[in-house]
Structures are given as structure tokens and as C-alpha cells.
């Protein structure tokens, strides 16, 4: 991430274990409704932000990534707050 002088936006998760912070513009910001992402989260829709990759990274700890393995689309992603460990396994 460049220091040019651009706002930085921090966040993190509701526990605060996970942190990140991004640096400008968000480029959209939008909803999603399907079926996965409302049981996913337990929420009637999803909001999530698109911003350049470059700007982005964890502060603190990342969530782990893990592939859907019931009713999702082949190759759907996601990621939940567990926390990568140093040998790649997951805590808990």
C-alpha cells in the first residue's frame, strides 16, 4: 500500500480478531440475496465492497478461506472468522 496521501478506511470483525484497512475509493459497493450468502451470514442480503486489491490487506490475524460444500455453485468461496494458524491448519 502507497503512502499518496489518499484516506484510510480501517475495520474489522465483530470480535475484533480479524483486522483490515484499505487506503481510497471504494470502485462499487452492492447486495447479494442468493441463497448461500442469507445462510452464510444468518442476514436477509449481504453487502459487500470492491476496492483495487493493492490497496487492501489485514492488520491483525485473516480470515481462513474454505470451499461450500452444500448447496453452492461449483468453486463458490467464502471465508469464516477462524484463524489461520502458523502451520496452515485452522484454530477451532
Keep these: 500500500m502507497s503512502d499518496d496521501g489518499s484516506s484510510v478506511t480501517t ?5 475484533g480478531d480479524v483486522r483490515f484497512k484499505y487506503r481510497g475509493d471504494l470502485i462499487e459497493t452492492g447486495h447479494c440475496h442468493c441463497e448461500s450468502c442469507r445462510r452464510h451470514t444468518s442476514a436477509p442480503l449481504v453487502t459487500f465492497m470492491v476496492m483495487d486489491k493493492t490497496a487492501f490487506r489485514y492488520t491483525h490475524a485473516a480470515p481462513v478461506a474454505y ?3 452444500i ?3 461449483p468453486g463458490t468461496a467464502a471465508s469464516r472468522m477462524k484463524q ?3 502451520d496452515g491448519s485452522a484454530n477451532g
Design 11 to 15: 475495520g474489522r470483525c465483530m470480535c
Design 71 to 73: 448447496s453452492a455453485p
Design 84 to 86: 489461520a494458524l502458523p
Design 67 to 69: 470451499e461450500f460444500l
